[in-house]
């Protein structure tokens, strides 16, 4: 647009702002690196750090700027590593691959031409059929590459078309892709498998469907590969992209079947206008996930007081939604064990008397809340809260309709609540 334009770039940030300004095309654009990450900062430091490189400022906005990064060619090279035997160059090629940031961390399984030939057989897509530009780096995700990630992580070839729907329920925008790739937090895609599909590949929905072991290989091999395609074709890899402050082992993988057979509702996919004989993935903005427990209760209101007891962390993602309106759809997956959704349908409440119920009762006072929220940060419409007496109950979702649920699971009184980042999205997984 011709405005002179520089970026005010964290010391610990520079390798995010460079890669994703590459991605963009950006790369004149000029920024200033100052000291420590500003947010935990007071004001008056803030103002500190930026008047200190005032100078360098004023330069990178009136001085012509100059490409400096180097564009990124493709290549078919074809990789060959030896070994004293088969097992030493296997390690060999995992130590390589980690070492350019490939890997997640787990031996990979080689990406040989046969291994993706025999993979892209699960698809009746061309190899070259792109799927989606990947955010947050923008890298071309075509069949083919995504099938080469989905052998890496040790998938079938009958798992690749589950693995493509999941990447174009990702690249929608509501579910906030790049937020996600990119963010300081543990942020992850978790996929809710439904439909026929279910069993015919072996996707676990009763116990352990999060893993680990046997039982759940299928689900592993699947959320591995989604993983391994948000970083070797989103470029999401840790410190350049990812800026994950700790991390979190639900990284690696997240998948699971929904338990339809012991679902007294309907499952998830029809609920969300598909047919029965449909199967699906839904692709759920995991923030943060804990245990519900409750082996005692025996009636509705008190299975459902402590999933409220629950959802009312004061701290978590939850908080969003009293952003701008364009980031602030914030839906929260309630992963209902048979036991407690036996209890309550049993007593004849269906999932929007559910919905009804937690969003009456999870709440937490306003004077909780003011700790973690800057006001200037909230949407205008909800700026009025911030006037309310610390007392004030406010909900930890914007409407009852944003509670998601899901029967997942074997027996016991165990359940898992979900604190989603964004809106889940679901696709039909094509033949």
């Given at each position: 647009?011709?405005?002179?334009?520089?970026?005010?770039?964290?010391?610990?940030?520079?390798?995010?702002?460079?890669?994703?300004?590459?991605?963009?095309?950006?790369?004149?654009?000029?920024?200033?690196?100052?000291?420590?990450?500003?947010?935990?900062?007071?004001?008056?430091?803030?103002?500190?750090?930026?008047?200190?490189?005032?100078?360098?400022?004023?330069?990178?906005?009136?001085?012509?700027?100059?490409?400096?990064?180097?564009?990124?060619?493709?290549?078919?090279?074809?990789?060959?590593?030896?070994?004293?035997?088969?097992?030493?160059?296997?390690?060999?090629?995992?130590?390589?691959?980690?070492?350019?940031?490939?890997?997640?961390?787990?031996?990979?399984?080689?990406?040989?031409?046969?291994?993706?030939?025999?993979?892209?057989?699960?698809?009746?897509?061309?190899?070259?059929?792109?799927?989606?530009?990947?955010?947050?780096?923008?890298?071309?995700?075509?069949?083919?590459?995504?099938?080469?990630?989905?052998?890496?992580?040790?998938?079938?070839?009958?798992?690749?078309?589950?693995?493509?729907?999941?990447?174009?329920?990702?690249?929608?925008?509501?579910?906030?892709?790049?937020?996600?790739?990119?963010?300081?937090?543990?942020?992850?895609p978790l996929l809710v498998i439904n439909g026929p599909i279910r069993k015919r590949l072996g996707i676990n929905s009763g116990r352990c469907a999060l893993g680990p072991g046997a039982p759940s290989r299928v689900n592993t091999v699947?959320?591995?590969?989604?993983?391994?395609?948000?970083?070797?074709?989103?470029?999401?890899?840790?410190?350049?992209?990812?800026?994950?402050?700790?991390?979190?082992?639900?990284?690696?993988?997240?998948?699971?079947?929904?338990?339809?057979?012991?679902?007294?509702?309907?499952?998830?996919?029809?609920?969300?206008?598909?047919?029965?004989?449909?199967?699906?993935?839904?692709?759920?903005?995991?923030?943060?996930?804990?245990?519900?427990?409750?082996?005692?209760?025996?009636?509705?209101?008190?299975?459902?007081?402590?999933?409220?007891?629950?959802?009312?962390?004061?701290?978590?993602?939850?908080?969003?939604?009293?952003?701008?309106?364009?980031?602030?759809?914030?839906?929260?997956?309630?992963?209902?064990?048979?036991?407690?959704?036996?209890?309550?349908?049993?007593?004849?409440?269906?999932?929007?008397?559910?919905?009804?119920?937690?969003?009456?009762?999870?709440?937490?006072?306003?004077?909780?809340?003011?700790?973690?929220?800057?006001?200037?940060?909230?949407?205008?419409?909800?700026?009025?809260?911030?006037?309310?007496?610390?007392?004030?109950?406010?909900?930890?979702?914007?409407?009852?309709?944003?509670?998601?649920?899901?029967?997942?699971?074997?027996?016991?009184?165990?359940?898992?609540?979900?604190?989603?980042?964004?809106?889940?999205?679901?696709?039909?997984?094509?033949?």
């Amino acid at each position: 647009m011709g405005i002179p334009s520089a970026g005010i770039v964290s010391s610990g940030f520079t390798a995010v702002w460079e890669a994703r300004h590459r991605a963009l095309g950006l790369d004149v654009l000029p920024k200033v690196v100052v000291g420590p990450t500003i947010t935990e900062l007071p004001p008056e430091r803030v103002r500190e750090e930026v008047l200190a490189h005032a100078e360098d400022l004023f330069k990178a906005l009136t001085e012509q700027p100059t490409v400096t990064a180097k564009p990124i060619a493709a290549s078919e090279q074809v990789i060959q590593y030896q070994g004293r035997d088969v097992l030493d160059a296997l390690r060999n090629l995992n130590n390589d691959f980690l070492d350019r940031g490939w890997g997640d961390g787990f031996p990979l399984v080689p990406p040989t031409r046969e291994a993706v030939d025999a993979m892209l057989t699960g698809a009746s897509r061309g190899r070259d059929e792109v799927i989606t530009i990947m955010e947050p780096g923008r890298g071309i995700a075509t069949v083919e590459k995504i099938a080469v990630n989905c052998v890496m992580a040790g998938c079938r070839p009958e798992h690749l078309t589950v693995v493509i729907a999941a990447i174009e329920a990702m690249s929608e925008p509501e579910f906030g892709l790049t937020a996600i790739a990119q963010s300081t937090g543990p942020q992850t895609p978790l996929l809710v498998i439904n439909g026929p599909i279910r069993k015919r590949l072996g996707i676990n929905s009763g116990r352990c469907a999060l893993g680990p072991g046997a039982p759940s290989r299928v689900n592993t091999v699947i959320g591995r590969a989604v993983r391994l395609v948000m970083m070797n074709a989103g470029h999401a890899y840790p410190g350049v992209m990812d800026m994950d402050t700790i991390g979190s082992p639900q990284k690696y993988s997240m998948c699971m079947g929904e338990n339809e057979e012991a679902n007294p509702w309907g499952p998830l996919h029809v609920e969300r206008g598909f047919r029965p004989d449909e199967s699906t993935v839904t692709v759920f903005p995991c923030g943060a996930h804990v245990d519900v427990a409750d082996l005692v209760s025996c009636t509705p209101e008190a299975v459902l007081t402590t999933f409220a007891y629950t959802a009312n962390a004061p701290l978590t993602p939850s908080w969003n939604w009293l952003r701008p309106e364009s980031d602030a759809r914030r839906e929260h997956l309630m992963v209902i064990c048979p036991d407690h959704a036996r209890i309550i349908a049993e007593a004849g409440w269906t999932k929007n008397d559910i919905r009804r119920f937690m969003f009456h009762n999870s709440r937490v006072p306003l004077g909780v809340l003011r700790n973690p929220t800057r006001p200037a940060t909230v949407a205008p419409g909800w700026k009025w809260l911030f006037d309310g007496a610390d007392d004030t109950m406010v909900p930890v979702v914007r409407d009852a309709r944003d509670y998601q649920i899901v029967v997942v699971g074997a027996d016991s009184g165990k359940s898992t609540y979900v604190w989603d980042w964004a809106a889940p999205v679901t696709k039909v997984i094509r033949p």
